[in-house]
T-cell receptor
Framework: DTAVSQTPKYLVTQMGNDKSIKCEQN?????MYWYKQDSKKFLKIMFS???????INETVPNRFSPKSPDKAHLNLHINSLELGDSAVYFC??????????????FGPGTRLLVL | AQTVTQSQPEMSVQEAETVTLSCTYD???????LFWYKQPPSRQMILVIR??????QNATENRFSVNFQKAAKSFSLKISDSQLGDAAMYFC????????????FGQGTRLTINP
């Protein structure tokens, strides 16, 4: 029943490791996003995919690589994790139509802690 | 680039009273969307209310209403009859219509409800 789901919800790892966060939406939306919420609660867009095509790539280090195998999934892979990567990562989705335009539905977030 | 500013890091209100959260934004676009999202301690991002810039009528959703002043680029949220469950971080967000549909968030306002 969950509209936008993320796994895992919590991730604790060591500096230098590589990790992935998975996101799935069952709303039939055509656009998916990754946002990062830092320790001060500030939310910022990282990436956006529309029908598996990358359309937004903000100034994010190359260590972050999104992958969209189909329009219902958008995964985030992070290489060589650094302390500053500790944050909550939110996946979101939306439908590109005038009626629904703009409304984004968020997943529960993944809290990443890099030690 | 669009920016969103919430000048009140924290607000508090007595239960059953009314509180207004402020938000200003900057854009050169004439058509866009504005949102208020709520983030309770559970971390889930919940859409509270949405306003379309081309509509002059202020949006309302039950106890939640906005005061949208397009010329002043102001978008405040009024919560009437505050309830304990309203305690959360509230984020104002700007959504562009043309091009990539990312959300630009304000810094957030932490709302406390006093019983």
């Amino acid at each position: 029943d969950t509209a936008v789901s993320q796994t895992p919800k919590y991730l604790v790892t060591q500096m230098g490791n590589d990790k992935s966060i998975k996101c799935e939406q069952n709303l039939g939306h055509d656009t998916m996003y990754w946002y990062k919420q830092d320790s001060k609660k500030f939310l910022k867009i990282m990436f956006s995919y529309n029908n598996k095509e990358l359309i937004i790539n903000e100034t994010v280090p190359n260590r972050f690589s999104p992958k969209s195998p189909d329009k219902a999934h958008l995964n985030l892979h992070i290489n060589s994790l650094e302390l500053g990567d500790s944050a909550v990562y939110f996946c979101a989705s939306s439908q590109h139509s005038r009626l629904q335009l703009g409304i984004q539905y968020f997943g529960p977030g993944t809290r990443l802690l890099v030690l | 680039a669009q920016t969103v500013t919430q000048s009140q890091p924290e607000m508090s209100v007595q239960e059953a009273e009314t509180v207004t959260l402020s938000c200003t934004y900057d854009t050169s676009e004439s058509d866009y969307y504005l949102f208020w999202y709520k983030q309770p301690p559970s971390r889930q991002m919940i859409l509270v209310i949405r306003q379309e810039a081309y509509k002059q009528q202020n949006a309302t959703e039950n106890r939640f209403s906005v005061n949208f002043q397009k010329a002043a680029k102001s978008f405040s949220l009024k919560i009437s009859d505050s309830q304990l469950g309203d305690a959360a971080m509230y984020f104002c967000a700007y959504g562009q219509i043309q091009g990539a549909q990312k959300l630009v968030f304000g810094q957030g306002t932490r709302l406390t409800i006093n019983p």
